[in-house]
Nanobody
Framework: QVQLVESGGGSVQAGGSLRLSCVASGYYYRYNAMAWFRQAPGKEREAVAHILRMYGDTSFADSVKGRFTLSLNKAGNRVYLQMNSLKPEDTAMYYC??????????????????WGQGTQVTVSS
């Protein structure tokens, strides 16, 4: 089992920044990837970013490239999503996920086995 706990969400004005954190416990080391997804009301869940735990390689959705960065602590169990230049369209519940990704299909939610409870991000204009 893997447990994921997200934190860092909140409300900011457009142009502001937030840093989300996700800490994993349990058998997270059996999986090579950690990722962030988000879901806005009435919309489908979408992938935001992912990182390969061993190599630190990152991938981002086009909608957040250049604004969001992803980093991993040395223990490999905590991932940070730094979100800058936030826009109202970034408003969503953000979820952390752990899974195995061995190809370019990092954005597919089927690759992730465990999910956190989510943390809300609200960006006002």
């Amino acid at each position: 089992q893997v447990q994921l706990v997200e934190s860092g969400g909140g409300s900011v004005q457009a142009g502001g920044s937030l840093r989300l954190s996700c800490v994993a416990s349990g058998y997270y080391y059996r999986y090579n990837a950690m990722a962030w997804f988000r879901q806005a009301p009435g919309k489908e869940r979408e992938a935001v970013a992912h990182i390969l735990r061993m190599y630190g390689d990152t991938s981002f959705a086009d909608s957040v490239k250049g604004r969001f960065t992803l980093s991993l602590n040395k223990a490999g169990n905590r991932v940070y999503l730094q979100m800058n230049s936030l826009k109202p369209e970034d408003t969503a519940m953000y979820y952390c996920a752990v899974g195995s990704v061995y190809d370019d299909d990092w954005a597919a939610s089927r690759n992730y086995n465990y999910w956190g409870q989510g943390t809300q991000v609200t960006v006002s204009s």
